[in-house]
């Protein structure tokens, strides 16, 4: 094994992902060579999949056969999508099997104006799973209140879910209660639990751009002292409920029937902030039984001169002292998560509604010549 930057996030208990997919990446041999160095999954949104489909030609033929076909606009996405992660899942499907399923996985969004649509959401995933037909996808579920109910009965139903848009420990117990009662419900009616998979995906750079923000308007020394801190501290205190959750009874008997724990995956990790280091959040989120979902440029960063250390159990008193000084400073952050949350939602609907069109348009042009 390579001695990388990735295969030593491995070897303290952290698998790093990768947050990009595109055709000529897969084709060209990229992906694998990342697999090379000790990517373990990757994971997709429609903002991705509008970067890469409208900014390149990849798809170009693609899309002119579908035109040709008469496809509709949404079915074009859709046979694109998969087309993607199917190609994705071949070339991980050697780290799924080396690590018997832990690993190797990669993640497909359900359509998300379905957000905040329980039966739809189940009824998308389910669809979508079937089209994939890849053992190792994953289906991104948002942590809406009506996500919850999804993500339970997905999970009894042996789906892997990758739970996402998640900010707060407001949203870890409901998402956390959801996998355990699902896989109980599963082992009620007879199935087996040892082939499903979950992860808790905790967003961290955008806590930090909306408290920044809020921070800085109140321009005090004390205020300032916290900029670039909640993100982290917050980030530490779901590591330290994961742990809480996934222990004892309740957890041993699930475990003994051949339960995996619902890791914690971070995502939104790359520094928005020109003044923060590159490598801010990979570097300070490392633990056992932990992801981290990296964008292609901080990928390449943390390989480059990032820190493979255990840091997420590190300084947890001073981190609930920062979140306890946010507060005295007058910022509520369930109110900040919950904010994040509505936005996230939007922040999702815009490159999908956007990635429509500008298939839409590359539609029409190939059509006409």
């Known amino acids: 094994m390579a001695n990388t930057k990735l295969n030593q996030a491995t070897e303290l208990g952290q698998s790093i992902w990768l947050d990009y997919i595109r055709r000529k990446f897969i084709e060209d041999g990229n992906l694998q060579a990342y697999v090379d160095k000790g990517l373990r ?10 970067e890469a489909i409208a ?3 990849d798809y170009d033929k693609a899309i002119q056969r579908l035109a040709v076909e008469n496809k509709p606009v949404k079915e074009i996405y859709e046979t694109l999508a998969v087309e993607d992660i199917r190609m994705a899942a071949g070339v991980l499907r050697p780290v799924y099997e080396d690590t018997h399923g832990e690993d190797g996985f990669i993640s497909l969004e359900v359509n998300p104006h379905l957000a905040h649509k329980t039966q739809e959401t189940i009824s998308e995933a389910k669809r979508l799973t079937a089209h994939v037909d890849r053992p190792n996808l994953m289906i991104k579920v948002p942590a809406t209140a009506e996500g919850i109910p999804a993500i339970q009965t997905l999970i009894s139903e042996g789906y892997n ?26 082992l009620e009616m007879g199935g087996k639990i040892d082939e499903v998979h979950s992860v808790a995906s905790f967003f961290v750079s955008r806590v930090d751009v909306k408290v920044d923000d809020m921070l800085g308007a109140l321009n005090t020394p004390e205020a300032r002292s916290l900029m670039g801190k909640i993100g982290i501290a917050n980030a530490k205190m779901a590591y330290q409920r994961f742990k809480d ?21 971070y995502g939104s990790t790359s520094t928005k902030n020109p003044s923060y280091s590159d490598t801010l ?59 994040l949350l509505d936005e996230g939602v939007e922040k999702f609907n815009r490159p999908y509604d956007s990635l429509i069109e500008n298939i839409a348009l590359k539609k029409g042009e190939l059509i006409n010549g």
């Open 41 to 50: 999954g990757v994971t997709s949104n429609p903002a991705i999949f509008d």
């Open 55 to 57: 900014n390149s030609d």
């Open 161 to 186: 879910i990758n739970v996402t848009l998640m900010f707060s420990l407001a949203q870890y117990d409901p998402v956390s209660e959801a996998y355990l009662s699902g896989l109980e419900k599963r």
């Open 245 to 265: 959750t996934f222990h004892g009874e309740r957890w041993e008997r699930l475990a003994a029937k051949g339960a995996h724990l619902q890791r914690v995956l």
């Open 281 to 339: 959040y990979p570097d300070s989120l490392i633990g056992r039984h932990t992801i981290n979902t990296l964008p292609p440029e901080t990928l390449d960063a943390f390989m480059n001169h990032g820190t493979v250390a255990p840091t997420l159990d590190k300084n947890i008193n001073q981190a609930r002292q920062r979140l306890n000084q946010l507060a005295e400073q007058g910022i509520d952050l369930s109110n900040v998560t919950r904010q």
